[in-house]
């Protein structure tokens, strides 16, 4: 079992930056496929970024490509979502995600998932 627990969520003006941190703790031994997505009231979760167990793949969602970037530490076990340029349409809860299997982008390709940390970008 790995638990995640996510951070760094908060109120922020069209076009600032946040830093979202998802901390991994239980059987971090093995190497985890790990993920961001997010969901707005009334949608579905979509993919935003992953990266790969070896950390030298990236993958992300158009929408956030060019302004979002994702990171990882193992020695901490900590995964990072650095996030600029925010939009208001940005504005979601965010979840780090985590599986043993390759990169995914739809939520059935993660088993563990985190509590989730609002964004919220004003305009």
């Known amino acids: 079992q790995v638990q995640l627990v996510e951070s760094g969520g908060g109120l922020v003006q069209a076009g600032g930056s946040l830093r979202l941190s998802c901390a991994a703790s239980?059987?971090?031994?093995?190497?985890?496929?790990m993920c961001w997505f997010r969901q707005a009231p009334g949608k579905e979760r979509e993919f935003v970024a992953a990266?790969?167990?070896?950390?030298?793949?990236?993958y992300y969602a158009d929408s956030v490509k060019g302004r979002f970037t994702i990171s990882r530490d193992d020695a901490k076990n900590m995964v990072y979502l650095q996030m600029n340029s925010l939009k208001p349409e940005d504005t979601a809860v965010y979840y780090c995600?985590?599986?043993?299997?390759?990169?995914?982008?739809?939520?059935?390709?993660?088993?563990?998932w985190g509590q989730g940390t609002q964004v919220t970008v004003s305009s």
């Open positions: 990266i790969s167990r070896s950390g030298s793949s990236t």
């Open positions: 239980g059987r971090t031994g093995s190497s985890y496929t």
């Open positions: 995600a985590a599986s043993t299997r390759p990169v995914a982008r739809g939520t059935r390709g993660y088993d563990y």
